[in-house]
């Protein structure tokens, strides 16, 4: 009979191995496979427009100071890797102090716009004024009022990124169902309640749908910045080195900006996702 009693050890032991895998490492190895899938066809477009770049370059023999081929701008990006850094460091220092000054400023515009229909009245055309102007124009005055330093570029990013983010979030604050609402009401939820755990939760697709655009005009907005006044940046590289016909360089300035903005853009996706998790298909963003 001790012969046909299992004992503790083994049957243990046949549950661990019968035990299915790790759903969290399924679900990443699933996340990994779908993203590949995703950005697979982009890529391969990207390397069909260089490989025809690099061709008809060759082919029609374009001097290198009018039109650089990708090799050679990847050989500029390796060669001039320390000067880009230390520009792109700048760049992107004013990039991400001046995003950050966005989102505050655009969320409590937000947040007051839409409680306050006579605030709505007061501010929102001058948020929509605000971007009229034309920046290019605004700059100047901006280095002539602040002086040549961050903090003129800092601002030209604030005022060029704010509005989709206040446009955006003040749609998402009024999108929340109105009979979920009233049912607050009913309950003796207060307005800070209702604005917490209702109108908060629904403006957040919208409120990364702003922070997604604003994170391409985030770096946009530093180079013109640069442009107009810099005394470092990737923006100022190129003004500088334009004039002496270094091509390969503005091109791999260039090539950095897109891959900061990229950057950017990527983690304001990654970040949705996170917050995203809990709601209907968010993981489909």
């Known amino acids: 009979m001790s012969e046909r009693i299992a004992s503790p050890d083994a049957a243990s032991s046949d549950t661990s191995r019968s035990s299915p895998p790790d759903s969290s490492l399924m679900s990443k190895t699933r996340w990994m496979i779908r993203a590949t899938t995703q950005w697979t066809p982009a890529f391969a477009l990207a390397v069909f427009l260089f490989g025809v770049w690099e061709v008809l370059v060759r082919a029609m023999d374009i001097q290198r ?10 050989q500029e990006l390796w060669r001039s890797r320390s000067t880009l850094w230390d520009n792109a460091l700048v760049t992107g220092e004013e990039v991400l102090i001046g995003y950050g000054i966005a989102i505050l400023v655009g969320i409590a515009l937000a947040v007051a716009i839409s409680y306050s229909r006579l605030l709505e009245r007061a501010v929102y055309p001058f948020v929509i004024a605000s971007q009229t102007v034309p920046i290019i124009a605004l700059a ?10 961050q903090t003129s570029k800092i601002i030209i ?7 989709p983010i206040v446009v955006n ?15 607050f009401r009913t309950l003796g939820a207060s307005r ?5 755990k209702l109108q908060a939760p629904s403006a957040l697709p919208f409120f990364f749908s702003g922070l997604k655009i604003s994170a391409v005009f985030a770096v946009i907005g530093a180079v013109i910045g640069e442009w107009v006044g810099g005394q470092a940046g990737l923006g100022w590289l190129m003004q500088v080195v334009r004039p002496l016909f270094k091509t390969e360089l503005v091109f791999a300035s260039i090539f950095v900006l897109s891959a ?26």
């Not at 990013?157 to 704010?162: E, R, S």
């Not at 979030?169 to 049912?183: E, K």
């Not at 900061?260 to 489909?284: C, K, N, T």
């Open 260 to 285: 900061m903005a990229i950057l950017l853009f990527v983690s304001i996706v990654l970040i949705e996702r996170w917050a995203l998790r809990h709601y209907p298909h968010g993981d489909q963003a």
């Open 140 to 149: 100047p005055l901006l280095l002539v009022w602040v002086g040549p330093e």
């Open 65 to 74: 100071w009018l039109l650089p081929a990708p090799s050679g701008i990847g």
């Open 169 to 183: 979030l003040v749609d998402g604050l009024r999108s929340a169902d109105r009979a979920s609402i009233d049912m």
């Open 192 to 196: 800070w309640q209702i604005f917490l």
């Open 157 to 163: 990013v604030a005022l060029i990124t704010f509005f």
